[in-house]
Protein backbone atom coordinates (compact mmCIF):
# COMPACT_ATOMS: atom_id res chain seq x y z
CA UNK A 1 0.00 0.00 0.00
CA UNK A 2 2.87 2.73 0.86
CA UNK A 3 4.29 1.78 -2.41
CA UNK A 4 1.46 2.28 -4.27
CA UNK A 5 0.96 5.76 -2.66
CA UNK A 6 4.63 6.73 -2.78
CA UNK A 7 4.23 6.27 -6.75
CA UNK A 8 0.93 7.88 -7.61
CA UNK A 9 2.66 11.07 -5.40
CA UNK A 10 5.56 10.68 -7.47
CA UNK A 11 3.47 10.31 -10.74
CA UNK A 12 1.76 13.74 -9.85
CA UNK A 13 5.01 15.33 -8.74
CA UNK A 14 6.22 14.59 -12.73
CA UNK A 15 3.03 15.87 -14.05
CA UNK A 16 2.89 19.05 -12.54
CA UNK A 17 6.62 19.61 -12.79
CA UNK A 18 6.21 19.02 -16.74
CA UNK A 19 3.52 21.58 -17.14
CA UNK A 20 5.61 24.18 -15.45
CA UNK A 21 8.15 23.70 -16.72
CA UNK A 22 8.18 25.87 -20.06
CA UNK A 23 9.67 23.98 -23.28
CA UNK A 24 12.19 25.53 -25.61
CA UNK A 25 11.01 26.96 -28.53
CA UNK A 26 11.32 25.57 -32.12
CA UNK A 27 13.16 27.38 -34.70
CA UNK A 28 11.19 28.29 -38.07
CA UNK A 29 12.59 29.83 -40.74
CA UNK A 30 10.03 32.53 -42.71
CA UNK A 31 8.65 31.24 -46.58
CA UNK A 32 10.99 34.40 -47.82
CA UNK A 33 13.20 37.58 -47.82
CA UNK A 34 10.73 40.06 -45.50
CA UNK A 35 10.27 42.54 -48.75
CA UNK A 36 8.67 38.97 -50.52
CA UNK A 37 6.61 38.05 -47.27
CA UNK A 38 5.11 41.40 -46.48
CA UNK A 39 4.06 42.18 -49.67
CA UNK A 40 1.38 40.30 -49.23
CA UNK A 41 0.36 41.99 -45.81
CA UNK A 42 -2.55 43.76 -45.35
CA UNK A 43 -1.60 46.85 -43.80
CA UNK A 44 2.24 48.36 -43.34
CA UNK A 45 3.25 50.89 -41.33
CA UNK A 46 6.46 51.96 -39.49
CA UNK A 47 6.14 52.07 -35.73
CA UNK A 48 7.49 52.56 -32.31
CA UNK A 49 7.31 50.02 -29.87
CA UNK A 50 6.00 51.69 -26.56
CA UNK A 51 5.35 48.55 -24.53
CA UNK A 52 5.09 44.75 -24.77
CA UNK A 53 2.13 42.81 -23.27
CA UNK A 54 1.19 39.55 -23.36
CA UNK A 55 1.97 38.59 -26.94
CA UNK A 56 1.01 41.96 -27.66
CA UNK A 57 2.67 45.56 -28.74
CA UNK A 58 1.78 48.95 -28.82
CA UNK A 59 2.81 51.06 -31.52
CA UNK A 60 3.52 54.27 -31.75
CA UNK A 61 2.78 55.01 -35.86
CA UNK A 62 4.48 57.26 -37.52
CA UNK A 63 3.87 55.97 -41.36
CA UNK A 64 1.12 54.10 -42.98
CA UNK A 65 2.11 52.53 -46.47
CA UNK A 66 -0.41 50.11 -47.13
CA UNK A 67 -4.21 49.30 -45.75
CA UNK A 68 -6.60 50.87 -44.17
CA UNK A 69 -5.83 54.13 -42.04
CA UNK A 70 -4.25 53.75 -38.93
CA UNK A 71 -4.60 55.34 -35.38
CA UNK A 72 -1.71 56.96 -33.93
CA UNK A 73 -1.65 54.48 -30.99
CA UNK A 74 -1.88 50.96 -32.12
CA UNK A 75 -1.99 47.71 -30.60
CA UNK A 76 -0.67 44.15 -32.49
CA UNK A 77 -0.82 40.99 -31.29
CA UNK A 78 2.40 39.65 -32.19
CA UNK A 79 2.62 36.14 -30.63
CA UNK A 80 0.27 33.50 -29.18
CA UNK A 81 -3.08 34.96 -26.87
CA UNK A 82 -2.02 33.94 -23.31
CA UNK A 83 -3.95 32.76 -20.57
CA UNK A 84 -5.39 35.54 -18.05
CA UNK A 85 -3.94 35.92 -14.81
CA UNK A 86 -3.11 33.80 -12.42
CA UNK A 87 -2.89 31.11 -14.72
CA UNK A 88 -0.46 32.72 -16.87
CA UNK A 89 1.87 32.55 -14.25
CA UNK A 90 1.86 28.40 -14.80
CA UNK A 91 0.96 28.01 -18.10
CA UNK A 92 1.91 30.17 -21.52
CA UNK A 93 2.84 29.39 -25.10
CA UNK A 94 4.93 30.30 -27.28
CA UNK A 95 5.43 29.77 -30.89
CA UNK A 96 8.36 30.27 -33.34
CA UNK A 97 7.24 32.33 -34.87
CA UNK A 98 6.42 35.41 -32.29
CA UNK A 99 7.84 38.39 -33.27
CA UNK A 100 10.50 39.67 -30.29
CA UNK A 101 10.01 43.36 -30.01
CA UNK A 102 12.34 45.90 -28.49
CA UNK A 103 10.35 48.88 -26.48
CA UNK A 104 11.88 51.90 -27.78
CA UNK A 105 12.81 50.16 -31.10
CA UNK A 106 11.45 51.64 -34.73
CA UNK A 107 9.87 48.81 -36.94
CA UNK A 108 8.45 48.12 -40.54
CA UNK A 109 5.51 46.09 -39.70
CA UNK A 110 3.18 44.21 -41.96
CA UNK A 111 -0.49 42.96 -40.38
CA UNK A 112 -3.14 40.64 -41.65
CA UNK A 113 -6.60 40.03 -40.01
CA UNK A 114 -7.34 41.69 -36.88
CA UNK A 115 -4.02 43.16 -36.58
CA UNK A 116 -2.14 39.89 -36.18
CA UNK A 117 1.93 40.14 -37.32
CA UNK A 118 4.73 37.06 -36.67
CA UNK A 119 8.16 37.28 -36.83
CA UNK A 120 8.43 36.98 -40.67
CA UNK A 121 6.45 40.43 -41.38
CA UNK A 122 8.26 42.16 -38.75
CA UNK A 123 11.70 44.46 -39.80
CA UNK A 124 13.91 46.39 -37.82
CA UNK A 125 13.93 50.32 -39.64
CA UNK A 126 17.31 50.54 -41.07
CA UNK A 127 17.85 52.57 -44.41
CA UNK A 128 14.48 53.27 -46.10
CA UNK A 129 16.47 51.65 -49.22
CA UNK A 130 16.46 48.31 -47.60
CA UNK A 131 12.51 48.06 -48.39
CA UNK A 132 12.87 48.03 -51.73
CA UNK A 133 8.95 48.60 -53.45
CA UNK A 134 7.33 48.42 -50.21
CA UNK A 135 7.50 51.64 -49.43
CA UNK A 136 5.07 53.75 -51.60
CA UNK A 137 5.89 57.22 -53.43
CA UNK A 138 3.19 58.99 -50.82
CA UNK A 139 3.10 57.87 -47.08
CA UNK A 140 0.14 58.56 -44.69
CA UNK A 141 0.34 59.83 -41.38
CA UNK A 142 -2.19 57.95 -38.75
CA UNK A 143 -5.63 59.56 -38.25
CA UNK A 144 -7.06 60.14 -34.83
CA UNK A 145 -10.38 58.47 -35.86
CA UNK A 146 -8.88 55.28 -37.30
CA UNK A 147 -8.99 51.88 -35.75
CA UNK A 148 -6.40 51.28 -32.66
CA UNK A 149 -5.79 47.43 -33.48
CA UNK A 150 -6.39 44.25 -31.91
CA UNK A 151 -8.05 44.32 -28.31
CA UNK A 152 -4.92 44.03 -26.26
CA UNK A 153 -5.17 41.91 -22.80
CA UNK A 154 -5.64 43.65 -19.41
CA UNK A 155 -2.86 44.29 -17.51
CA UNK A 156 -2.00 42.03 -14.72
CA UNK A 157 -1.53 44.37 -12.49
CA UNK A 158 -5.32 45.56 -12.45
CA UNK A 159 -6.45 42.15 -12.12
CA UNK A 160 -3.85 41.60 -9.28
CA UNK A 161 -5.21 45.18 -7.56
CA UNK A 162 -8.50 44.05 -8.33
CA UNK A 163 -8.14 40.73 -6.72
CA UNK A 164 -6.20 42.45 -3.88
CA UNK A 165 -8.46 44.92 -2.81
CA UNK A 166 -11.63 42.05 -2.92
CA UNK A 167 -9.59 39.57 -0.37
CA UNK A 168 -8.85 43.13 2.10
CA UNK A 169 -12.77 43.89 1.55
CA UNK A 170 -13.40 40.28 2.31
CA UNK A 171 -10.96 40.07 5.85
CA UNK A 172 -12.45 43.53 6.64
CA UNK A 173 -16.24 42.31 6.10
CA UNK A 174 -15.18 39.04 8.19
CA UNK A 175 -13.76 41.00 11.09
CA UNK A 176 -16.82 43.26 11.58
CA UNK A 177 -19.17 40.51 11.41
CA UNK A 178 -17.47 38.87 14.05
CA UNK A 179 -17.66 41.76 16.12
CA UNK A 180 -20.89 41.87 15.73
CA UNK A 181 -21.53 38.40 16.92
CA UNK A 182 -19.28 38.57 19.55
CA UNK A 183 -21.04 38.69 23.58
CA UNK A 184 -20.15 41.78 24.81
CA UNK A 185 -19.56 42.98 28.22
CA UNK A 186 -22.98 44.50 28.01
CA UNK A 187 -24.62 41.55 26.30
CA UNK A 188 -24.01 39.23 29.08
CA UNK A 189 -25.37 41.21 32.20
CA UNK A 190 -28.60 41.53 30.32
CA UNK A 191 -29.05 38.18 29.94
CA UNK A 192 -31.42 36.38 31.64
CA UNK A 193 -30.24 33.98 34.65
CA UNK A 194 -31.52 30.67 34.04
Given amino acids: M ?8 VGVCLSIG ?21 ADADSLFI ?33 QKQPPWPISLFEGGASSTDADLAVGRRYVVGTY ?48 GGALAVLVGGVAWLVWFRKQRAPSPTRLAKAPVA
Fill in 2 to 9: MRRTSLAV
Fill in 18 to 38: VAIVPSGQAVASCAGEFTDVA
Fill in 47 to 79: GTVLETRDGFARFQVDEVWRGPDLASKLWVQTG
Fill in 113 to 160: GDFVTNSCLVAEMGNAADFGDLKPATVREPVATAPQGADPPVDGRLLM
